[in-house]
Antibody, heavy 123, light 111 residues
Framework: EVQLVQSGAEVKKPGESLKISCKGSGYSFTDYWIAWVRQMPGKGLDWMGIIYPGDSDTRYSPSFQGQVTISADKSISTAYLQWSNLKASDTAMYYC????????????????WGQGTLVTVSS | QSALTQPASVSGSPGQSITISCTGTSSDVGNYNLVSWYEQHPGKAPKLMIY???KRPSGVSNRFSGSKSGNTASLTISGLQAEDEADYYC???????????FGGGTKLTVL
């Protein structure tokens, strides 16, 4: 069974750094792109970027380029999303999800999702 | 690029059919057959319901169907059931710079 298990909720102060994780199991982690998706309180979904754990090839949405860093450690089947300078506006639920066949002009959908990590940034 | 446009809410009675529209542009919905739809119940992660415009993943009821005309994609749910009450999001590939755009979401109420 394919599973994406995310790290637990975080409460941080503005200016702090944070790294949340997403561990894949039940499939070959290095063969599928992993995306990160933001959902701000009461709002819709925002696609942030993707990583291919096999070679750590990473792409970002223009809206999130330079704001976050996506990485992966294939040896432990885990993808990460990190911030170096959190803002109150980063308060949101963050989901990782698997792109079935990557994200290109031939295929781009998310078939399995993690349970979400709630990040709260408040002074 | 702006989010895809969805109605904020739709409603229907049990047994009825409803359709949710998702309007984009010739750079996203109109240019690729790569619209997907996700169902999200309160406090839960989204679930894939339709991909590549009209394909259903294994395990998704055939009451859910997708279609596209021009720059507008649609999700139709037939034989509405109480368990269908949720938020629904459309999503489209938008090229190698933007990659993915989601719609703003539609709240489905089963009366």
């Amino acid at each position: 069974e394919v599973q994406l298990v995310q790290s637990g909720a975080e409460v941080k102060k503005p200016g702090e750094s944070l790294k949340i994780s997403c561990k894949g199991s039940g499939y070959s982690f290095t063969d599928y792109w992993i995306a990160w998706v933001r959902q701000m309180p009461g709002k819709g979904l925002d696609w942030m970027g993707i990583i291919y754990p096999g070679d750590s090839d990473t792409r970002y949405s223009p809206s999130f380029q330079g704001q976050v860093t996506i990485s992966a450690d294939k040896s432990i089947s885990t993808a990460y999303l990190q911030w170096s300078n959190l803002k109150a506006s980063d308060t949101a639920m963050y989901y990782c999800a698997r792109h079935v066949r990557g994200c290109s002009s031939t295929s781009c959908h998310l078939d399995h999702w993690g349970q979400g990590t709630l990040v709260t940034v408040s002074s | 690029q702006s989010a895809l446009t969805q109605p904020a809410s739709v409603s229907g009675s049990p047994g009825q059919s409803i359709t949710i529209s998702c309007t984009g542009t010739s750079s996203d919905v109109g240019n690729y057959n790569l619209v997907s739809w996700y169902e999200q119940h309160p406090g839960k992660a989204p679930k894939l319901m339709i991909y590549e415009g009209s394909k259903r993943p294994s395990g998704v009821s055939n009451r859910f169907s997708g279609s596209k005309s021009g720059n507008t994609a649609s999700l139709t749910i037939s034989g509405l059931q109480a368990e269908d009450e949720a938020d629904y999001y459309c999503c489209s590939y938008a090229g190698s710079s933007t990659f993915v755009i989601f719609g703003g979401g539609t709240k489905l109420t089963v009366l």
